[in-house]
């Protein structure tokens, strides 16, 4: 490995960060400002329902809230680190002495690696793409991570393919131009070359729409109360004056949760004629449970992850959960790791074998039946010596723990060699006139 002061990206220009001709360049859009051909998938027209849906007010649905914040939170609780892998294939070795170590564990000042991937997750969920800028030193190793608004930062590409990046931050500067090598960039589902990522709720804004105005109307039921919304109508001759004080009555009266249980009486010949169908009449309830499970199956979360159990054994849950692993965070977690490969580690760190990953061992840190289980079928086939468990756990090491042993009925499929003349369980030799005794007299 080359020297810290030769360890210089070509394309490098620190502190400047630009070109000294910029190309030029074709603004491919934003998440919240996005081209003209671009505005309609990121969610600038309002649902069908008439409710503007963006990435705010979608997590006024608790289903989006809560799907998004179980993506994150369980990206988040996973140890980002280093691995080798070796030559021929046979595997990786855990890499503990890289400086890029340091800022996996605090990417910047004020955010724990926890924090970060949260926030970076949750703009990847809500957004469709997570950016954040790579601060280097003077010998282009990376020293900070730096979160960015996907409001404020701008993807563009030049004529010859090159991808820069728009943005602004308080502890960079304003209006910085930065090269892709610098700048850590998660996309979602990807269309038109690939740039830029789709936001799920910009594909799904009348589902969230739906979600959004359902909650809204129950909110509504509950504050009007004794469902109070029809007509009064009586024979009676009756003024404008009248008519709104009336009004003002039955609503100050009759209307409000508080208000819910009281009897409407109505005197001078009233009658009351309700002019909308009840909830139960329009299937609301069941209406939003369908909601949450539309978002859910958006974000590819099992409903029982976000608090809406739809039945099942517990076989059924632990094989969701199972597949919430495999088919949600896995692709995530690929992502990240792919994409801060390429931009935080070296050339020759790469050729070296060198990668991020994530540890997916910390999802059974609040299993220790499941860590127990697994470590000793670890140590009993010979894939973990007992210190290698141990330190999983946090332990220290033992006398004898880096032993890996093996079953005692298992050996090598190759067939062994004859043994050797005398040797126990050899046949017994071939008797020949000349070794054969001599008869016994009678």
Known sequence: MPPAHLRREPTLSFPARQPAVAPQQKDIGTTTLPSLGMFAAFGGYPASTGTPVTPFTALQASAVYACVNCISQDIGKLELTLRRKLPGGRGYVGVH??????LLRKPNSWQTSNQFWRYMITSLKLRGNAYAAIVRNWGGDPVALIPLSPDITTPTVSDTGRVYYRFSHPAIGQGQLWYQENILHLRDTMVDGGYIGLSPIAYAQDVMGVAIAAQRHAAILFRQGNQSGGVLSTDKPLGPEAAVQIANEVAKHYQGVENSSKPMVLGSGMKYERMTMTAEEAQFLESRKFSV??????????????????????????????????????????????????RLLFQDDIDAGLQLYFDFASLLRGNMKARY????????????????????????????????????????????AAPPTGAPGNTAPEITPETAPAPEDN
């Not at 002495?97 to 340091?102: E, N, Q, R, S």
């Open 293 to 342: 499970e539309e978002i859910c199956r958006i974000f590819r979360v099992p409903p029982h992850k976000a608090q809406h159990p739809v039945g099942g054994t517990f076989s059924d849950i632990e094989s969701e959960e199972q597949a919430y692993i495999n088919d949600t965070l896995q692709p995530i977690a690929t992502e990240a790791e792919q994409v801060g490969t390429d």
């Open 373 to 416: 289980e697994g470590y000793s079928i670890g140590t009993q086939t010979g894939i973990l010596s007992v210190n290698e468990a141990r330190a999983k756990e946090g332990l220290g090491p033992i006398e004898g723990g880096d032993i890996h042993r093996f079953p005692l009925n298992t050996g090598d499929i190759t067939p062994p």
């Open 97 to 102: 002495d890289h400086p890029l170590l340091k």
